[in-house]
């Protein structure tokens, strides 16, 4: 199992210390580092960064969000720093909620996203193998444009610059199982949300078949501390927010996975909690016990012991999201 940096997307402003940990993983050898987005800073731009004061280490965004960006713009994303990178480029792409798809993008949610999602990665392989014009009969993303609105002029075009790799690595975030299903058939690897080593059974079904050389990279908080339950803190803080606030109550993926996950009543309390504007009691009413199997925050023995039930599993990158030197340096003595 290889380690990752989990960098995810900037608050307020561009985080200072994301350069140096960024080097303190390369230096330890961590083989990837990841970005995301949401409706702040974007994932290519701050990756580009990291990029340019490292060396060797993988560059993933983690995710990339669909609807920010057509399938042909984002590949150009791709094959761009894959070649400023020396080829160090992972694509990471994830279809969020309908509440960001319309609400910050402003584009319709699409009603059938597996078919969203499969012609987005269809496009993006095409641009890279570079084989010919690009072209989609697509639903959601024909090439050339089709629609009643358009001139009926588009002609299909072939990427001017050849890219680095035809088969950089493409990797979905996905959720529910029949989209998990699909990432299986279609991608690289998957980027899973929430990842339990004491429940693989959840995924077991959707990940039947999978090839060898798949990758299965699930994020981690990670904190290496005394006291477990205020190292817990930050986890239940994250989680209240996804399971509350990111998402309609009626179709919040994010509730939905921690239901299938064994928390179904925690969750609907979480999310009416945060609805009435409770937000504080929405993050204590997260159940420990879940924000510890999602995570690895305590002592260093306990987080060995830990580590290891991540080992055992189907897990191929663990990606460590919001450490600091410590922990990093800990996690790296841990695997190995």
């Known amino acids: ?16 210390e994301h350069i140096a940990l960024a080097r303190e993983a390369e230096r330890l050898g961590y ?14 731009t701050a990756l580009t960064w990291i990029a340019a004061h490292t060396s060797t280490i993988e560059l993933g965004t983690a995710v990339a969000q669909m609807a920010a960006r057509t399938p042909t713009a984002t590949a150009m994303h791709a094959l761009t720093l894959d070649h400023l990178s020396g080829g160090r480029m992972a694509l990471g792409l994830g279809l969020s909620g309908p509440q960001v798809v319309e609400g910050w993008y402003g584009r319709p949610f699409p009603r059938s996203p597996l078919t969203a999602t499969r012609e987005y990665v269809d496009v993006i392989r095409q641009v890279l193998r570079r084989e010919g014009p690009v072209t989609l009969d697509g639903r959601f993303h024909p090439l050339p444009y089709d629609g009643d609105d358009g001139t009926g002029i588009g002609k299909p075009l072939k990427p001017i610059t050849h890219p680095l790799r035809a088969d950089l690595p493409v990797f979905l975030g996905a959720e529910g199982p029949k989209n998990i299903a699909q990432t299986v058939r279609i991608a690289d690897g998957w980027l899973p949300l929430y990842w339990s080593p004491l429940r693989t059974d959840v995924y077991e079904a959707s990940l039947d078949g999978v090839r060898d050389g798949f990758r299965i990279a ?30 309609h109550a009626a179709k919040n993926f994010h509730a939905d996975l921690m239901a299938r996950m064994g928390y179904e009543a925690e969750a609907r309390q979480i999310q009416d909690l ?10 204590l009413a997260v159940p420990d016990a879940f924000a510890d199997e999602i995570s690895l925050v305590g002592p260093r023995e306990r987080i060995a012991e830990r580590l290891e039930l991540w080992r055992k599993g189907p897990v191929t990158d663990l990606l460590v999201l919001a450490p600091d030197r410590r922990t990093l340096r800990v996690l790296a003595e841990l695997n190995g």
Do not use: H, N, Q
Request: charged share 25%; with cysteine.
């Open 31 to 44: 083989s990837s580092v990841w970005t995301a987005e949401a409706w702040g800073s974007d994932a290519f």
């Open 274 to 283: 945060f609805a009435e504007g409770r937000r504080e009691e929405a993050v």
């Open 1 to 16: 199992m290889r380690l990752g940096l989990a960098l995810g997307y900037w608050g307020r402003g561009p985080d200072a």
């Open 218 to 247: 699930p994020m981690a908080r990670a904190k290496v501390c005394e006291d477990v339950a205020e190292g817990l803190l930050p986890v239940k803080a994250m989680l209240g927010f996804y399971i509350g606030g990111m998402g």
